[in-house]
């Protein structure tokens, strides 16, 4: 069973894409920080790590990316990005954190399985 | 042989008194003017120019424009604007300011003038201009229409989403079903908020202003009010409410003087610790601090929070516009938006509104309304 880590500080976005992904053959785990996330993906190795960019209040995606990324034991783990719809700057700074490709807010929960399942084929 | 003589004196002093007057022009204006032939080199220069770039022009008559300039970068993105020949080359460059993190921008901007019957350019006039504000009010609507984005788009991913969930999924409880259901209705109403404070923000700049709706209300209800919805989101947070002993009355529009402490109070609760206690205190003063001549009364309402607090520097600037102490991707959530409307209202009730902060010590927002 592939394991999915979803990473946003809101917990009714968490909910969302726990919801979404419940469709599927999936173990999901849930952080609401960076810090959280880094700490998970060491422990539980994810294939697949959902993190939104923004988070206030401490570390944002785009660190917690980089820091994942850049760990030989988590590099490994593929990251979707949260963006915003249209910000480009998002993407740009997404892709350079090292994050292997990005999904827009608002989103169809049912695009966003065709996109997990694509990613992790 | 005496008229002649006599004329061309006369024809001098005109063209001196010409030349001194397009001197005494040039001297006041206040932008920094260069004029430089086609091979660049440097024909005029006004005072502004010379304290601008540190140079005199009296050491740089005909010498190339390369002389007048120190700085690199500006020198070569001059040279780069000059050669092309053009009107309305425009770049910005930056001048040190009053300390390195407040740099000044400048913006350099060039005319070509042509000789009337050859129509060649004979010479190029560069103004400098500056920018700073402009730049600066520029960066913060940009980050300003980033953040509003941001946050209509949090409420709107929990609306499409469930939404779609609800409608597509068979494999749902009823509990479920009812505590999606009211996601959505939650922040269809946030929603709905962050319009009306981007709106109302539109509108104070336009300066089509809102109406106000004014009626007699009793301070301390319009102030009870408010506090529930606050104590009931932070439960851990202590929210006091100091009163006078007798009701006083004040005409105001009771729901913008509510949206007024809102907007106050989740400030306060945003930057200070769950478990932290909010102060909010009404009481009667004497209405010195208001434009009023008459010896009249006001009422004061004073939110003190011991959270963490602001620098004078950002106290200063808390009402403008746009103006997020925090734009980082960690800062908490917000428009920016909500003590230019709380300023706003209370102007608009010829009241007056302030704030006295320590950082690390906490922050008073006070305002007074005439009774």
């Not at chain 2, 922040?187 to 709706?213: C, K, P, T, Y």
């Amino acid at each position: 069973m592939k394991k999915i880590l979803i990473v946003d500080d809101q917990t009714e976005i968490r909910e969302l894409v726990e919801v979404t992904l419940r469709s599927g053959d999936y173990q999901v785990f849930m952080a609401k920080s960076g810090e959280k996330a880094i700490e998970i993906a060491r422990a539980e190795k994810p294939e697949l790590i959902i993190m939104d960019i923004m988070m206030p209040g401490g570390m944002n995606g785009l660190e917690a990316t980089r820091i994942i990324k850049n760990d030989p034991e988590t590099k490994d783990c593929t990251i979707i990005m949260l963006t915003a719809k249209g910000q480009q700057a998002d993407r740009e700074a997404g892709f350079e954190a090292g994050a292997d490709d990005y999904f827009a807010k608002p989103f169809s929960p049912l695009e966003l399985i065709r996109k997990v399942e694509e990613v992790l084929g | 042989m005496k008229e002649r003589t006599k004329e061309l004196n006369r024809a001098l002093y005109d063209t001196q008194e010409a030349r001194d007057r397009i001197d005494g022009i040039l001297k006041s204006v206040g932008d920094g003017l260069i004029v430089t032939d086609i091979y660049n080199r440097v024909i005029l220069m006004n005072r502004a120019a010379e304290n601008l770039l540190d140079v005199r022009f009296s050491e740089l008559i005909e010498q190339p424009i390369d002389f007048a300039i120190q700085d690199d970068t500006l020198r070569d993105q001059l040279k780069a604007t000059l050669d092309k020949k053009e009107t309305d080359g425009q770049f910005d460059f930056k001048l040190p300011g009053e300390d390195t993190k407040h740099p000044r921008i400048m913006c350099a901007r060039t005319s070509v003038i042509k000789d009337r019957t050859s129509e060649q350019t004979t010479s190029i006039i560069t103004i400098i201009h500056d920018v700073t504000h402009e730049r600066e009010v520029e960066l913060m609507k940009t980050e300003f229409l980033s953040t509003a984005a941001h946050e209509l788009r949090t409420p709107l991913t929990s609306i499409q989403g469930f939404s779609e969930i609800l409608i597509t999924r068979k494999d749902l409880s009823k509990e479920e079903r009812r505590k999606f259901l009211s996601y959505i209705n939650k922040q269809a109403s946030s929603l709905a908020m962050i319009v009306n404070d981007l709106l109302d923000v539109s509108r104070i700049e336009s300066e089509l202003g809102f109406a106000l709706n004014k009626q007699k209300c009793i301070a301390g209800d319009v102030i009870k009010d408010v506090i529930p919805y606050f104590q009931e989101s932070s439960p851990k947070l202590k929210i006091e409410v100091v009163l006078p002993d007798k009701p006083v009355e004040l005409f105001v529009d009771k729901e913008k003087m509510q949206q007024v402490l809102k907007n106050i109070l989740s400030n306060a609760i945003k930057y200070s610790p769950e478990d932290s206690v909010i102060r909010v205190v009404g009481e009667i003063v004497p209405n010195l601090e208001l434009v009023d001549n008459e010896r009249s009364s006001a009422f004061r309402i004073s939110i003190e929070d011991r959270g963490i607090g602001m620098t004078p520097g950002q106290v200063e600037q808390i009402f403008n516009k746009f103006y997020r102490v925090d734009v980082s991707d960690s800062a908490p959530e917000g428009t920016g938006l909500g003590m230019t409307i709380v300023r706003y209202i209370v102007e608009m009730h010829d009241g007056k509104v302030w704030v006295e902060s320590e950082p690390g010590k906490g922050t008073t927002v006070k305002f007074v309304i005439p009774i």
